[in-house]
């Protein structure tokens, strides 16, 4: 059974820092492609960051410099590290691992609330 579980959201202020954790059993992160994405009130979910087999990182127009997506093999865990945080990044942000016409996994997600 597949579990992926997110940790490390909060409440932060605008120009903080936060580390979202995920954490994945009965599936490996690599070499599978993950994401990262996001799903403000009203809005409809986006991905931040991508994390591809060969670990190529790509970044949403939003988040380009801000936010670092990163794989600890030995762990088994992806993180979205996230600095310089605005209000409109207040989301729940959800960890995404899945294979193109095969199959795909959630966590629960964690919530990220952004205070200006």
């Known amino acids: 059974q597949v579990q992926l579980v997110e940790s490390g959201g909060g409440l932060v202020q605008a120009g903080g820092s936060l580390t979202l954790s995920c954490a994945a059993s009965?599936?490996?992160?690599?070499?599978?492609?993950m994401r990262w994405q996001r799903q403000a009130p009203g809005k409809q979910r986006e991905t931040v960051a991508t994390?591809?087999?060969?670990?190529?990182?790509n970044y949403a127009d939003s988040v380009e410099g801000r936010f670092t997506v990163s794989r600890d093999n030995a762990k088994n865990m992806v993180y979205l590290r996230m600095d310089s945080l605005k209000p409109e990044d207040t989301a729940v942000y959800y960890c995404?691992?899945?294979?193109?016409?095969?199959?795909?996994?959630w966590g629960q997600g964690t919530q990220v609330t952004v205070a200006s």
């Open positions: 995404n691992v899945y294979y193109p016409g095969s199959y795909e996994y």
């Open positions: 994390l591809s087999r060969g670990g190529t990182a």
């Open positions: 009965g599936i490996r992160f690599n070499p599978n492609p």
